[in-house]
């Protein structure tokens, strides 16, 4: 799955226990009164100011909730998200914050998209989305804002005669009294991702493949893709360079078939050939002389390097099949195979002989 999650657990509770005032007691509570307050409070609460997120805080009795920060979901440059994805990301949503006894929720968007039109938030179909599931769960939304670079509003009010356009500034949530006394009290966070840090969304066309993917599971189950999933897996495991965004979704809708996820951790403390020849999902590539080629797949995996890597697990596959056979009638012995299947890292495979033979 490609969304990234951060809950914090109880606010309330870090407020009074875990943080102290000079002599070393516990201090008060924080006292919230208003949106500002909320506001100002949610990046203490994170440790960073959200870059590109939802923010959802629950409301107890008499208290703040659990709070969570999601990554927006993708979406193909100027189009709307797709409806599979914004259920999977609303249900993550409410999914966290029904573990707790909540009498309702609010919403911060953090976005640098620009809102022109009152009427018109950005981002606007995933706080419906989000707002609609939680009312389902029985956690109604009580406010919604969006947060900008400067200016911060609410999206429950377009009336701007009782809600100033453009909106409040951003500054005074990090100067005002909210933020002023949770500095007193040792709190700090960071500026989030440097410009540098923050990874460039795929095209929209690789976005879209990758979705199909992730909206169609059963695709993993053929044997060629399973293998050039395997393959994508296995320059992962075996190269130092951080993937791109797009690898990363890649990998994360693979881990929807339970034996490419068995297959990954056999990869991981083995080979990626090991894990492809000791699956039962690869057993018709073995058993039969299949001349197809495994399939490009979306994240940036080409269709020859999935095909090389089917041929040198065949062949090891092969090879090792031929020792397991052992010695045949006026031959001196087993002969091993030629060459051990070998990791791009250079680590050999280590293979058992059977009892009895020799080398």
Do not use: N
């Amino acid at each position: 799955m490609d969304d990234i999650q951060h809950p914090v657990g109880q606010p309330a509770r870090r407020d009074s226990e875990g943080i102290r005032d000079a002599t070393g007691a516990p201090a008060d509570p924080i006292t919230i009164r208003s949106a500002e307050d909320i506001l100002a409070y949610v990046p203490h609460a994170l440790g960073e100011w959200p870059e590109e997120s939802l923010v959802a805080v629950g409301l107890g009795d008499g208290r703040l909730g659990p709070t969570l920060r999601i990554d927006l979901p993708a979406r193909p440059k100027g189009a709307p998200v797709r409806p599979a994805a914004l259920r999977r990301f609303s249900d993550t949503v409410a999914d966290y914050l029904t573990h707790d006894a909540l009498v309702g929720a609010v919403l911060a968007l953090y976005t640098r998209s620009a809102w022109t039109v009152p009427q018109s938030p950005p981002h606007r179909e995933v706080m419906d989305a989000v707002a609609a599931r939680l009312a389902e769960a029985g956690v109604p939304v009580l406010e919604a804002w969006v947060v900008g670079p400067e200016r911060w509003r609410t999206v429950t009010c377009a009336d701007t005669a009782c809600c100033p356009w453009p909106g409040e500034s951003v500054e005074a949530l990090r100067t005002g009294r909210i933020g002023a006394e949770m500095v007193y009290r040792g709190s700090s966070y960071g500026a989030g991702l440097p410009e540098a840090a923050r990874p460039e969304p795929p095209p929209a066309a690789v976005a879209a493949a990758l979705e199909a993917y992730v909206e169609d599971p059963g695709r993993w189950w053929d044997p060629l893709v399973f293998t050039a999933a395997l393959a994508a897996w296995d320059e992962v495991l075996s190269e130092p360079r951080v993937p791109d965004p797009a690898r990363v979704r890649l990998l994360a809708a693979t881990l929807m078939r339970p034996a490419l996820r068995d297959a990954v951790l056999v990869a991981s403390a083995a080979d990626a050939g090991t894990a492809w020849r000791g699956t039962a999902a690869t057993q018709g590539l073995r058993a039969e002389q299949i001349q197809a080629v495994p399939p490009a797949l979306p994240g940036g995996v080409p269709a020859a390097e999935a095909a090389a890597a089917l041929d040198s697990w065949s062949e090891a596959a092969a090879a090792l099949d031929s020792w397991s056979e052992g010695p045949r009638a006026g031959s001196a012995g087993p002969r091993p195979p030629p060459g051990p299947p070998q990791r791009r890292s250079g680590a050999p495979v280590r293979c058992r002989a059977r009892p009895g033979s020799s080398g």
